[in-house]
């Protein structure tokens, strides 16, 4: 498993861009990965991609994370699109996560950070026809609220959670293009309308420490992620021992 750091030039055109566009940022950060005609799953799924955006407030800066099952080819970035650092900092660091999620045990304390999308769903009444509904997503607004949602996934995890503090994260409302939408006039003629719907995402970062309690669940959770919305930035759960 590969964790790429990328710190991001936000006077570049196509960095606002991304920012200001969930579905931009995730086709910019598919692009380092290759596309298989035959793959059953999504590309993302398939090489296990999961990524999130950190806003350092001490130097003002923008930082992309990015894991993956294999090592990314970033050459495909736009001309202008990572942030000149001055040698002050490597940019565009990818190091292999294995040998560090190998050292893990069941009972380590481990520090966390998660950008998060907690949700509940509603309307999933069953219907009249004695079908259960799906229901919809909506966000989770309280903290308390969402902290209960991080504990419940937690049971599911492999882990408890000993300390933790939500806060708002980077860029919570994002404008999702919808793709075209294609329909027949009245003369047989087929017409096509492209439409845009404004997403909002209850973006959350969690902070804390947690316990391992199942190696085995806990490992899955971390080359998975955690909750939805895992294509537009949210799920990636990084830990590292305290002090660190």
């Given at each position: 498993m590969y964790l790429s750091r990328l710190i991001l030039n936000q006077a570049s055109r196509s960095v606002r861009r991304d920012l200001a566009d969930c579905h931009d940022m995730h086709r910019t950060v598919m692009r380092a990965f290759p596309e298989k005609a035959d793959l059953?799953?999504?590309?993302?799924?398939h090489h296990g991609v999961l990524y999130r955006l950190d806003l350092n407030t001490r130097k003002g800066s923008v930082v992309l994370?990015?894991?993956?099952q294999v090592k990314p080819d970033w050459s495909k970035l736009e001309a202008g699109?990572?942030?000149e650092t001055g040698g002050n900092s490597v940019n565009l660091a990818c190091k292999l996560l294995t040998d560090k999620?190998?050292?893990?045990?069941s009972g380590q304390v481990l520090r966390f950070r998660l950008r998060a999308n907690p949700t509940k769903k509603i309307e999933t009444k069953t219907g009249p026809d004695g079908r259960r509904r799906n229901?919809?997503?909506?966000?989770l607004r309280r903290e308390e609220d969402q902290i209960a949602w991080l504990h419940r996934k937690s049971m599911a995890g492999g882990f408890t959670l000993l300390t933790v503090r939500a806060v708002p994260a980077l860029a919570e409302v994002q404008v999702v293009p919808e793709p075209n939408v294609m329909s027949l006039s009245n003369s047989g003629q087929a017409t096509g309308q492209r439409r845009q719907q404004q997403l909002t995402f209850g973006a959350v970062s969690f902070e804390g420490h947690l316990c391992v309690t199942d190696l085995k669940l806990f490992k899955k959770i971390l080359a998975e992620g955690v909750g939805p919305g895992k294509a537009y930035g949210f799920g990636l759960l990084s830990v590292a021992p305290p002090g660190e």
């Open positions: 059953q799953r999504g590309v993302r799924s994370y990015v894991q993956s699109y990572l942030s999620y190998e050292q893990i045990t229901g919809r997503r909506v966000d």
